[in-house]
């Protein structure tokens, strides 16, 4: 006979178990005859979680299940220890089953003895939530606010100062490669094939998977993103300009929309670009073709914040000082509001971030709080309390998770700016990430729940981290920054 473990969930809290490794110490007696006839030799127990991070504080049971032959049976007794009692917490139930919580931080093994003879065991570490798991420190050179992960779960990052580098990291470790690229300040997009693109001043360029140089384009600005057309193409901008580059790096055509382009160039659903831009003061939105040679519309809007337009099927949202506000496909706005009419802190020149949706609800953060309105418009709550604390240049946008809430740049301690896990449904806090050194700019979660965000620290430096995490991004509506967790920006 054999024994397989399986496992339940319940519970929150504020840290993590990660699973490191597992291991079998299995023992092995002569072949035993089954209730179902036949004979079968004894393996030992098997302890698998079946997830690779469980929170501290949320109860993990194990239950034990003897298999004889073909059919189950019942194993007379199941003794379960940790290797060491500070770190995990072992709870054994009437039934056999284990209760197991993380207490602190540290390694431990959990242990699983059935009927006293069949042994086996798994390496558990307990982190905290959203700590460090790994950092990466650039002295002296900034960092594009988002990573973006492909599909290959690779983190790629870009850098600036004399020499722009393209960055590409294993997710477990932080190591990688690097190859000369441009500067983008919101960090790159992801295409097909885990294609990277940056963009710089006077230059857009295309890397493969692995960071070899496609092609170059001398075209493009480093204050915003690159939009990664369907054919293997990019929108990108200048300071005045949107320009179009088909999949060889050829540019197609620019297109001069104002004095200064506002946001990030967006692809919306029918293949045409939105980009706001200011003229004379004054700030409007423009709808291109993607062949450049229609401008659909200019439209005069309430004002602009730096960052990249949320889109849905038949809605734009733009965030702008002090609100947020929709243009449908024709260039109207069908609805614009002021943070200071749902909050008393709210002022109305507050630097906005990108917007976000699920194609229901938006969240939106400015200086002062965290909203969330309703794709119609109507306000749903402010989150007041994260202390967000920015008085200047961009705000980092949240990122949806699969799990109901939302992670987002909030002050973590003292003089510091962390992340938090926010509930969707009323903007409570879940959890908020411990206080480090340096002040978070943009974040992505990868598809294993792990955030990965970049810092500002003292002398123009940065830091590239990845935090301990396990819930996974959404995928429905325009859940991060740029659309996904790769920032196509599509």
Not at 29 to 53: K, M, Q, R
């Amino acid at each position: 006979m054999w024994y397989a473990f399986r496992e339940s969930w319940s519970g929150w809290a504020v840290a993590l178990v990660a699973v490191a490794a597992l291991g079998a110490a299995c023992s092995s007696d002569s072949c035993d005859e089954g209730p179902f006839g036949g004979a079968t030799c004894t393996y030992g127990a098997d302890v698998t979680t079946g997830d690779t991070l469980i929170f501290r504080g949320e109860t993990v049971t194990y239950q034990a299940v003897a298999i004889y032959g073909v059919g189950p049976g019942v194993a007379q007794s199941i003794r379960w220890g940790a290797s060491d009692s500070t770190v995990l917490s072992i709870d054994v139930l009437t039934d056999g089953t284990a209760e197991v919580e993380g207490i602190k931080e540290g390694t431990s093994w959990i242990v699983a003895f059935v009927n006293e003879a069949f042994r086996d065991s798994a390496m558990v570490t307990v982190v905290v939530r959203a700590g460090d798991r790994w950092v990466n420190t650039y002295t002296g050179t900034p960092a594009g606010s988002y990573p973006a992960i492909g599909t290959d779960s690779l983190v790629r990052v870009v850098t600036g100062g004399a020499t722009p580098l393209l960055r590409i990291l294993a997710p477990e470790s932080g190591i990688g490669s690097s190859t000369a690229t441009c500067f983008s300040a919101f960090g790159p997009s992801l295409g097909a094939l885990d294609a990277a693109y940056t963009t710089g001043d006077q230059c857009t360029r295309r890397h493969t998977q692995i960071g070899d140089t496609a092609w170059t384009a001398p075209v493009g600005g480093a204050g915003f993103g690159v939009a990664v057309a369907v054919d293997g193409g990019a929108i990108t901008v200048s300071t005045d300009s949107v320009f179009r580059v088909d999949a060889s790096g050829a540019v197609l055509w620019g297109l001069a929309v104002g004095d200064s382009v506002r946001t990030a160039p967006v692809i919306g659903p029918g293949g045409d670009v939105y980009v706001g831009f200011s003229t004379g003061g004054a700030d409007s939105v423009a709808r291109i073709a993607l062949d450049g040679t229609t401008v659909a519309w200019r439209a005069a809007v309430p004002g602009l914040s730096p960052g990249t337009p949320a889109v849905t099927a038949t809605r734009l949202f733009f965030g702008r000082p002090g609100g947020i506000f929709a243009l449908d496909p024709a260039g109207v706005v069908t609805w614009d509001r002021s943070f200071s009419a749902d909050n008393p802190l709210a002022t109305a020149t507050s630097a906005t971030s990108s917007p976000v949706h699920d194609n229901v609800v938006l969240f939106v953060q400015n200086e002062e709080a965290l909203y969330s309105y309703g794709i119609g418009g109507s306000f749903v709550w402010a989150a007041d309390s994260l202390g967000y604390g920015q008085t200047d240049g961009p705000v980092g946008a949240p990122a949806l998770l699969t799990d109901g809430t939302l992670v987002v740049p909030c002050v973590s301690g003292a003089g510091t700016r962390g992340v938090c896990g926010v509930r969707q449904i009323n903007g409570r806090i879940a959890w908020r990430s411990p206080a480090v050194t340096g002040t978070v700019e943009g974040l992505a979660v990868g598809a294993d729940g792990m955030i990965y965000v970049t810092r500002a620290i003292a002398g123009g430096g940065s830091q590239v981290a990845a935090l301990w995490g396990r819930v996974p991004p959404a995928t429905t509506g325009w859940p991060a920054e740029g659309g996904n967790h790769r920032h196509t920006r599509r």
